[in-house]
């Protein structure tokens, strides 16, 4: 992930008390996840189109995309798990472990948590706004491009392979070798954001002797 504007606000965001156990309406919070599939990985479910996906219920109202989710229950309702916000629970803890023993139910899950999430709290999640866990993929032309908004971005949710940080050819790489070596045949802008924001911060470790951490 890139973050890239502050993010206080999420703690202090109206989430169920931790007595509740889960029973509430807002258990905890989430942005949804892209069910787009772009890239036509033919693993990813048959349902998961760009008219079963919740962004794309947003495209005609794309001011309101940045300040709100789409409700938690449109499109596959499914939540993305790369960022969550949570009131920790021992009676949701509870709730999860007593899902996973249940093999039932998780073998048919095609996404580990998120699955999960959207099985034992349908509709009783809160939808925050793409702009806290966008997905880089949202920012492609013809996936979700129709809401993003590369100043109202606070955090980018670096999903699917290559990863930027495992792109070290990109410090010298012309536009054209970017777009060549690229998952979609685009040169991604995020890759490069984030490797300006490393270089950056190397410099400034550097500069205060701070030994390299590797990334």
Same mark, same amino acid.
């Given at each position: 992930?890139?973050?890239?504007?502050?993010?206080?606000?999420?703690?202090?965001?109206?989430?169920?008390?931790?007595?509740?156990?889960?029973?509430?309406?807002?258990?905890?919070?989430?942005?949804?996840?892209?069910?787009?599939?772009?890239?036509?990985?033919?693993?990813?479910?048959?349902?998961?189109?760009?008219?079963?996906?919740?962004? =794309? &219920?947003?495209?005609?109202?794309? #001011?309101?995309?940045?300040?709100?989710?789409?409700? *938690?229950?449109?499109?596959? !309702? $499914? %939540?993305?798990?790369?960022?969550?916000?949570?009131?920790?629970?021992?009676?949701?803890?509870?709730?999860?472990?007593?899902?996973?023993?249940?093999?039932?139910? =998780? &073998?048919?899950?095609?996404?580990? #948590?998120?699955?999960?999430?959207?099985?034992?709290? *349908?509709?009783?999640?809160? !939808? $925050? %706004?793409?702009?806290?866990?966008?997905?880089?993929?949202?920012?492609?032309?013809?996936?979700?491009?129709?809401?993003?908004?590369?100043?109202?971005?606070?955090?980018?949710?670096?999903?699917?392979?290559?990863?930027?940080?495992?792109?070290?050819?990109?410090?010298?790489?012309?536009?054209?070798?970017?777009?060549?070596?690229?998952?979609?045949?685009?040169?991604?802008?995020?890759?490069?954001?984030?490797?300006?924001?490393?270089?950056?911060?190397?410099?400034?470790?550097?500069?205060?002797?701070?030994?390299?951490?590797?990334?």
């Amino acid at each position: 992930m890139l973050i890239l504007q502050n993010m206080d606000e999420l703690m202090d965001l109206e989430l169920d008390s931790p007595g509740l156990g889960g029973t509430g309406p807002r258990v905890f919070a989430a942005s949804h996840a892209c069910v787009c599939n772009p890239l036509n990985k033919p693993h990813y479910p048959p349902d998961w189109t760009p008219a079963n996906c919740a962004f =794309t &219920s947003q495209h005609n109202t794309p #001011d309101k995309a940045q300040v709100e989710g789409a409700p *938690p229950t449109n499109g596959l !309702a $499914i %939540p993305n798990g790369g960022l969550q916000v949570v009131n920790p629970s021992l009676g949701v803890y509870n709730r999860i472990l007593e899902c996973l023993q249940t093999p039932s139910s =998780t &073998s048919n899950y095609d996404f580990a #948590d998120q699955s999960l999430l959207a099985d034992l709290f *349908p509709g009783r999640w809160v !939808a $925050i %706004p793409y702009i806290y866990n966008a997905l880089k993929t949202l920012r492609w032309k013809g996936v979700h491009s129709a809401i993003w908004r590369d100043e109202k971005v606070k955090n980018i949710h670096f999903i699917l392979s290559p990863k930027p940080w495992d792109e070290k050819w990109r410090k010298h790489a012309s536009h054209e070798e970017k777009i060549a070596r690229s998952a979609n045949g685009k040169a991604d802008e995020t890759h490069d954001w984030w490797w300006k924001i490393t270089n950056e911060r190397h410099a400034e470790e550097k500069r205060l002797s701070i030994p390299r951490d590797g990334f």
